[in-house]
C-alpha cells in the first residue's frame, strides 16, 4: 500500500536532509574506497622511498651499528667524507659518467634522423638500435668486458690488425683508459633510448612547418636549426635529465667489469655506496654517501629542468 | 572457431609459449627415452687392429676437475661398454702394457647419461712407456 | 649525389638515400657486432684461450650450453628469476590499476598526493639501498621472493600510464554505468581495465624488464645460492670462473635470450612504455 510519502508530501527540509545524508554517506563510500585503492602503491612508495630518503638523512648524522644501536654524531660523517679520497675520487668520475648522457643524446639525435627519414626498413634500423637497451646489464657488461680484453679482446685484435697500436691496450686495467671504456659501454646500451625518446619527439613535429619552409626556400640546414631543433627542445631535455638520473646510478655495469678498479679509477658514487654499506659495513657512512648524491642528482636534474625552460614532463603530456 | 576465438589462439603472446611448451616436453621425453648412460666404442692399435684386453678409463669433467668413474677391459675385439655414466662431459682413455696408451679423448653430450656408440676409435700409440 | 631522386611519397625532400642507408648499415653492425661476438664465442670457445681471434666460427657445437645447464644450477636460477618477476608483475597491473581508478576521482587531497608521486620519482632506487636493506631485513623478508619483489611492487610511471588510459574513457560511459548501479569496483574492472588492454601490456612489459633485469637488490637481499635470480647467478659465475671457459658466454646468451624474445614480440607496448614518463619508477 502506498504510504502517499512524495517529495509533495514530506516536509521540504526533511527531503533535503534525506537526500543530502544520503550523497553524504555515497561520498564518504567513495572517499574510502579511494584511499583504500591508493593503499597498496602508496604503502610501497612510503616503505622504499620516502622512509629511506629520510632515513637516509638521519642515519648520516648518526653512528649506526645492528648491534650497538645507534648514536648521534653530527657531521662527523661529513667531515670524514671531506678527508676521503675515495670519495672524491668517486665523485669525480660520476662527474665524467654524466658525460655518457649529452654524448649519447647527441649521437642518438643523429641516428633518430636517419632513422626517421622515409627510407625502407627503418622499423628494422630502429629494432636493432633499441635492441641493446632491454638487455641485462650484467650480461652487457660481461660481453664488453670481454671485447676490452687484453690478450684475446675484440677491439685490440681489431686496434692491431688496422695497425693503429703495436701492443695490446690493457684497457679495463689502464687508469686513464678504464673510465672511457666504460662510458663506451654505458653509451651502447642506452643509444636505443635516446633513440625513442627522440624519435617520439621528432615524429610530433608537423610535417606543414617542413613544406612551407621549403616553399619559402630555406635550405635542409637551415630548416634543422630552425624547425627541428627547437621543437625538439622538450624532448632533448627530457632525455638529459633522464641521462643524468641513469648515469648517477649505474651500478651494473661498473661493478660486472671493473669492480670499481684498477684503484678506484673507475669507482663511482653508487658503487662506493654499496662498498661502504655491505663490505666494509659502514651503512651510517653509506648513508652520508647517498645524502650527498641525492642531493647531486637534484641539483642536477633542477637545473636541467630550468634549462629547459621549465618542463621536463611536456612530452609526456602529449605523448 | 570464432573469430575471436582465433584471434586469441593466434595471438604471439599464446603461440610463442605454447610452442615453447610443446618443444620443451618433446625434448624431455626424447631425453628421457635415450638417457641410458651406455657408452661403447673400441680401441685399435696403430695399425688399425683391434685390441683386446686392453684398460679403459672413463672421467667426469667439470670446470676444474677432472675424476675417475669407471674402468672397464675391452673384449676380444676390441669393442668396450660402459654401463653407468651419469655425466654429460667425460674423458676416455685407453691403455695397455706394451701397446701404448690412447690420448685422452673428450666426450661431450647433449644431455646426462646420453646413449652414445663412439665411431672414433680410441688409438693407442704402441711402445712401451 | 649529383642529381638527387625524388623521394617515393614527398616531392618535397629529394635528396639520395643509399648514404643513409650506408650509415645506418655502419651502425647496426656497431649496436649488433658484440651479439655475433658472444654468439660466436658461445658455440665454438673460440679467442677465450687464442690469439688471434677468428672471424667466422669453426667447429660450432652446443655443448657449453650443456654445461651450463648442468654444472650451474641454471633451472633454478630461471625458476627464481621468474617466481620475482610474476610476483611484481602481478602486484604492479593491480596496484597501479587500482591506485589510477583512485586518482581519477576528484577528492580532497588529489593534488597533493599527485605531487607527492611526481616526487617520489626522483628518488632513484640506488639513493635507497641502506635503508630499505634495513626495512627489509626488519619485515623479516630477507632472502626471501616477497622481499625482492616487494620494492618493486608499483611504479608510478605505469600509475600515470593506467591514468591517461583511464582520463580517455568517455565519462558517459562510466555515468551510464553508475547510474544502472555497478559499483566503483566493478567500473573498473568490467569497464575500465577491458578498455585499456593497452596500457596493461606496456605494465606488464615494463614490469618484466625491471625486475628481470634488476641486479643491485638481490645483490642486496639475496644469501643463499639457492635463491640467486639470473642476474645474481651470472655474475658470481663471473668471479668464480672468470674468462676461463666458453660456458660463461653461453651462459650470458641464456639469460639475454628471453629479455630479447620478449623485446621482439612486444615492441610497440614496450616503446610506448618508455615514451610516456619513462624514468625507473
Redesign the interface.
Known sequence: MAIGLTRATLPQTAAVDLRTYARGAKRRRELLLVWVFLLPSLTVFFLYRILPLLWNVALSFQQFSLFRGTRWIGLEHYVEMWQDDVFWTSLWNTLIFLLSAPVGILLALAVSLMVNADIRGRNVYRTIVFLSYPLMTVAVGIIWRWMYDEKVGLFNFVLRKLGLIDAPLAFLQSFELVLPSVLLANIWQILGFYMIVLLAGLQNIPQNLYEAASIDGASRWQQFVKITLPMLRPALFLAFVIGIMTSITSFDLVYVMTQGGPSHSSELLVTYIYKAAFELSKLDYAAALTVVQFLLLVTLTWIGNRMSGGDAGAVEREG | MTGRMRRILLN??VV?PVVVAAVVLVWNAYVASHADGIVTGHVVDRFGRPVADATVRMMEQ??TTNSQRGTTRTDANGAFRFQENRS??IQLRAEKPGAGRSNQQAV?????SQHVDLTEPLVLDGGAK | MNRPKPSRSDPMHRYPRWPLHVMLVAISFAMLLPFYWVLKTSLTGENIFVYPPSILPHHAQPFYYVDVWYFIPFARFLLNSVIVSVLAIVANVVFNAMAAFALSKSFPGRGWIITLLLSCMMIPFQTTIVPAYLITGKLGLLNSYLGLALPTFSTIVCIFVYKASFDAIPRSLIDAARIDGLSELRILMRIMLPLSTSAIATNVILAFIWSWNNFLWPLIVVRDQAMQTLPLGLSRFLSDHENTTGALYAFCIMVLAPGIALFLMAQKQFIRGLTSGATKG
Open positions: 604471439r603472446f610463442a667439470n670446470f654429460h662431459r661431450r653430450l647433449y644431455f646426462r
